[in-house]
Every structure is written in structure tokens, then in C-alpha cells.
């Protein structure tokens, strides 16, 4: 069992940044593909960004350049730094852990972020 919690989120204007962070349970962390999707009322969950347990990365394209995934698999934690946040970023951000061989997938509870002047 793997427990995700999500922090980091809050109201920020456009233009700014936020860095949310997720903090995974469990001594495997290193073994997961890590993600962030995002998920705005009424509207299917959509992918932000993934990280594998190699490293590499994968985005979404509307966030490409402005995001960046990141993990410390010593701190098992996966980070997601947002810069240049537009109002249309505004939704609730999911973790996610997932390993496919395993057939493993997690979700944390979600964080909030509000792009709004």
C-alpha cells in the first residue's frame, strides 16, 4: 500500500508560481512511474506531467515549458514546480503512483490551486 499526500496548492495571481509537493508512503517509491493529472469540475482527470523511476519525463503540451516534474527518491517525494500559472490552470492537482508490471495505481486526495487576481 502506498499513501500520497498532496500539499503546496493555494490561490496565486497569473503569472505566478507554485511548487506542490507529494509525499509517498512506502519503501518502494523508487519503483513507481509518479505523476500529476489534474481534474476541473465536470471534466475528465487530464495528465499534467510524468516521471519514471529513471527520470524521464513526459508532459502534457499545454504545459510544457512552464511545468517541470522533479522527484527525490530519498525523500520519496515528487515535486511539480508551475510557473507562469494562467487562470485555466485552476483546478484541483492529483498524485499519482502507478507501476505497471505490479499493476499498482495510487491517488492522493488532491490540492487545490486558484490562478486568480
Known amino acids: 500500500q502506498v499513501q500520497l499526500v498532496e500539499s503546496g496548492g493555494g490561490l496565486v495571481p497569473p503569472g505566478g508560481s507554485l511548487r506542490l509537493s507529494c509525499a509517498a508512503s512506502?519503501?518502494?517509491?523508487?519503483?513507481?512511474?509518479m505523476g500529476w493529472y489534474r481534474q476541473a469540475p465536470g471534466k475528465q482527470r487530464e495528465l499534467v506531467a510524468t516521471?519514471?523511476?529513471?527520470?524521464?519525463?513526459n508532459y502534457a503540451d499545454s504545459m510544457k515549458g512552464r511545468f517541470t516534474i522533479s522527484r527525490d527518491n530519498a525523500k520519496t517525494t515528487v515535486y511539480l514546480q508551475m510557473n507562469s500559472l494562467k487562470p485555466g490552470d485552476t483546478t484541483v492537482y492529483y498524485c499519482?503512483?502507478?507501476?505497471?508490471?505490479?499493476?499498482?495505481?495510487?491517488w492522493g486526495q488532491g490540492t487545490q490551486v486558484t490562478v486568480s487576481s
Open positions: 516521471i519514471t523511476s529513471g527520470g524521464t519525463t
Open positions: 512506502g519503501s518502494i517509491f523508487r519503483a513507481f512511474r
Open positions: 499519482n503512483a502507478d507501476h505497471d508490471i505490479l499493476g499498482l495505481d495510487y
